[in-house]
């Protein structure tokens, strides 16, 4: 390279405003109320998998119900895959986990020892989804993977315990940059990018058809979707939409130019578009999964707009007196000011000696007074806290519920009376939680997934000229690093249908067992979308119609048989079953192939021993 062009390439007023450290920052780094937004989302995500889970801990994680370990482990895609959730096939061993990772969940959403919650977290959501493959949909994996880069990311030194815990000046930097925010953004931008890239179709690049095929899967579509078939236009002009936004949203975060209204703008739009997803489609916690995880993403600029706006505000006509050295009235008082007011509410922490330290203590929680020399305590005060915040003000009705001030009376009085303050004060004092892994190992680890990531996404584009061996392939099958944006590429589903699965009783009755002993009817339910019971079941039963799944429509039916059987006395023992799936394929133009029975197995029940 001559001297002449290297000085125009990297020594140029224009080029070294772009490279300056703090554009750097801006492009590649984070704000850590930001990521700190991202962790308290990600942990409600989490609580709300769990919740989900939960309610199907019988049929898909226990041996009585869909995939037994031993089917698993005889069928398992790479022998380096691990799982907790395989020691032991008893639904009640898979709660215990499954509560465990809730607890794990509300650490994280608290920001109490961040980083361990985090690992916890992510260690016991790959474990779950390691031992159900046949019901994880793409969020589960973009789930798994912000999780991993949260190992890395400093997300726990904001709005979170850890914070108020180590009693950190508040003049100290907001931003940050590291392998962990290189990792994130990539992992974001990975998304988008390759799921553009895959889309290679004629429905998405040359007709703009995709949409319509998309909307046409009745086994998504909801109410909204089947409105908006009455408009192809607009279906096409929202195919294109889409393909095009997938491809400005990498491009325009790496954009070194009006970082905070660009990046803002795109992720507004990242928002409103799988939100938009989740309006036509049944997709489930995808829909949440996809609209939070750039979250993290928020410049410094958007903080700095939130921060005029909430300047504006007056001070609230409060005070709350507290007692300084109860560690969990130090945290509540400290979340109650920013969260309800933004740090414009007047607190007192109250000293032994203050007369007010009485009153407090004889009603055993903080006491509030308002600008008229009103005093509130206990229930009341929060009430009255409520009323003053305009981001709740008008949950007051709600919060008047009986059953609502029952259980949250119960709540702050189990706090109050254990001691939850001595171990979290105990917790502090052992380590503080903030502390980055910004060792230089940590660094290197995290530099090695980012190109191990990148390379992964690469060995999935079409042609596939890249490919990872067994021995490179697993660092990513036993860290969960395998993933693949594959969502409606290269063309949506055009094979659609619903379910129907007729079992004979020893009574000599026909039942449909889909949907839970009904009768037995071939047309096409109103909405097939609501013929199952959630985004879980919907994913596991179109699953089972891909080829590489058919070995297991046998533990279905097999699963069919005992549940019932449970339920049931001997006069309505399920004998046999069929399996059958109704296709119906969507044709151009807004045709339909005439509905077809095809009958996937034949199953005679076990005779009961």
């Known amino acids: 390279m001559s001297s002449k062009l290297y000085s125009k390439l990297f020594t140029s007023p224009e080029t070294l405003k772009v490279l300056q450290p703090d554009r750097f920052v801006r492009v590649f780094g984070a704000d850590l109320r930001s990521l700190a937004l991202l962790r308290i989302c990600i942990g409600l995500l989490l609580l709300v998998d769990v919740i989900d889970s939960s309610r199907n801990v019988l049929a898909f994680y226990s041996d009585f119900g869909v995939l037994p370990r031993k089917v698993l482990l005889e069928n398992?895609?790479?022998?380096?895959?691990?799982?907790?959730?395989?020691?032991?096939?008893?639904?009640?061993?898979?709660?215990?986990?499954?509560?465990?990772?809730?607890?794990?969940?509300?650490?994280?959403?608290?920001?109490?020892?961040?980083?361990?919650?985090?690992?916890?977290t992510w260690m016991l959501f790959f474990s779950l989804n390691t031992r159900n493959p046949l019901v994880i949909q793409a969020g589960d994996i973009q789930l798994r993977m912000i999780l991993f880069w949260g190992l890395f990311l400093p997300w726990g030194e904001r709005f979170s315990v850890d914070r108020?815990?180590?009693?950190?000046?508040?003049?100290?930097?907001?931003?940050?940059?590291?392998?962990?925010?290189?990792?994130?953004?990539?992992?974001?931008?990975?998304?988008?990018?390759?799921?553009?890239?895959?889309?290679?179709?004629?429905?998405?690049?040359?007709?703009?058809?995709?949409?319509?095929?998309?909307?046409?899967?009745?086994?998504?579509?909801?109410?909204?979707?089947?409105?908006?078939?009455?408009?192809?236009?607009?279906?096409?002009?929202?195919?294109?939409?889409?393909?095009?936004?997938?491809?400005?949203?990498?491009?325009?975060?790496?954009?070194?130019?009006?970082?905070?209204?660009?990046?803002?703008?795109?992720?507004?739009?990242?928002?409103?578009?799988?939100?938009?997803?989740?309006?036509?489609?049944?997709?489930?916690?995808?829909?949440?999964?996809?609209?939070?995880?750039?979250?993290?993403l928020l410049p410094t600029w958007f903080w700095e707009k939130v921060n005029q706006w909430?300047?504006?505000?007056?001070?609230?006509?409060?005070?709350?007196?507290?007692?300084?050295?109860?560690?969990?009235?130090?945290?509540?008082?400290?979340?109650?000011?920013?969260?309800?007011?933004?740090?414009?509410?007047?607190?007192?922490?109250?000293?032994?000696?203050?007369p007010l330290r009485v009153e407090r203590s004889a009603n055993e929680s903080p006491l509030l007074i308002d600008d008229t020399g009103n005093r509130y305590n206990g229930y009341a005060a929060f009430i009255r806290l409520v009323e003053e915040s305009r981001l709740?003000?008008?949950?007051?009705?709600?919060?008047?519920?009986?059953?609502?001030?029952?259980?949250?009376?119960?709540?702050?009085?189990?706090?109050?009376?254990?001691?939850?303050?001595?171990?979290?004060?105990?917790?502090?004092?052992?380590?503080?939680?903030?502390?980055?892994?910004?060792?230089?190992?940590?660094?290197?680890?995290?530099?090695?997934?980012?190109?191990?990531?990148?390379l992964w996404n690469l060995t999935t584009l079409p042609g596939r000229h890249l490919t990872l061996s067994e021995r490179y392939r697993l660092p990513g099958e036993m860290f969960g690093l395998e993933q693949s944006w594959e969502m409606f590429a290269p063309f949506p589903l055009k094979d659609d249908g619903w379910y129907v699965i007729p079992g004979r009783l020893s009574n000599g009755s026909t039942v449909d067992l889909f949907r839970d002993g009904g009768e037995v009817t071939w047309a096409k339910p109103v909405l097939v979308a609501q013929t199952y019971q959630?985004?879980?079941?919907?994913?596991?039963?179109?699953?089972?119609?891909?080829?590489?799944?058919?070995?297991?429509?046998?533990?279905?039916?097999?699963?069919?048989?005992?549940?019932?059987?449970?339920?049931?006395g001997a006069a309505e023992r399920l004998e046999?079953?069929?399996?059958?799936f109704v296709l119906e394929r969507t044709l151009p133009n807004y045709e339909y192939s005439t509905p077809m029975k095809v009958s996937m197995m034949n199953f005679p029940c076990p005779t009961p021993k």
Not at 80 to 102: D, P, R
Not at 171 to 179: P, Q
Not at 421 to 445: F, N, P, Q
Not at 538 to 558: D, V, W
Request: glycine share 6%.
């Open 76 to 120: 398992l895609s790479s022998r380096w895959l691990v799982s907790l959730h395989l020691l032991n096939g008893t639904w009640q061993v898979q709660l215990i986990l499954l509560m465990g990772a809730g607890v794990a969940a509300l650490a994280l959403c608290a920001g109490y020892r961040t980083q361990v919650a985090t690992f916890v």
């Open 164 to 296: 108020l815990c180590s009693d950190q000046s508040s003049t100290r930097a907001t931003t940050t940059v590291s392998m962990g925010t290189l990792g994130y953004l990539a992992q974001i931008i990975s998304i988008y990018l390759f799921g553009a890239i895959l889309k290679s179709g004629p429905e998405w690049r040359v007709d703009g058809s995709a949409v319509y095929y998309a909307l046409s899967i009745d086994q998504f579509a909801t109410p909204l979707a089947h409105f908006l078939l009455q408009f192809p236009s607009l279906l096409k002009l929202l195919t294109f939409a889409v393909y095009g936004f997938e491809w400005i949203a990498p491009i325009a975060l790496l954009l070194p130019f009006f970082v905070g209204p660009f990046r803002t703008a795109i992720i507004a739009g990242l928002i409103l578009m799988h939100i938009s997803f989740g309006a036509c489609l049944a997709i489930g916690l995808f829909t949440w999964i996809g609209a939070l995880s750039p979250l993290g």
């Open 310 to 354: 909430r300047d504006t505000k007056p001070v609230a006509k409060v005070e709350l007196h507290y007692d300084h050295k109860c560690m969990v009235c130090r945290l509540t008082v400290g979340f109650v000011s920013v969260i309800l007011f933004g740090n414009k509410l007047r607190t007192v922490p109250v000293e032994t000696t203050n």
């Open 392 to 454: 709740l003000r008008y949950m007051t009705p709600l919060l008047r519920l009986s059953w609502i001030e029952f259980v949250l009376k119960m709540t702050y009085g189990a706090v109050n009376h254990m001691t939850l303050s001595a171990h979290l004060a105990r917790g502090c004092a052992h380590d503080d939680g903030t502390r980055r892994w910004s060792s230089k190992l940590s660094e290197v680890i995290a530099g090695m997934a980012l190109v191990y990531v990148l």
């Open 534 to 568: 959630d985004y879980r079941w919907r994913k596991y039963m179109m699953n089972l119609l891909l080829p590489p799944n058919h070995k297991y429509q046998r533990n279905y039916a097999e699963y069919l048989c005992r549940d019932w059987n449970a339920r049931h």
């Open 576 to 580: 046999e079953l069929q399996l059958i």
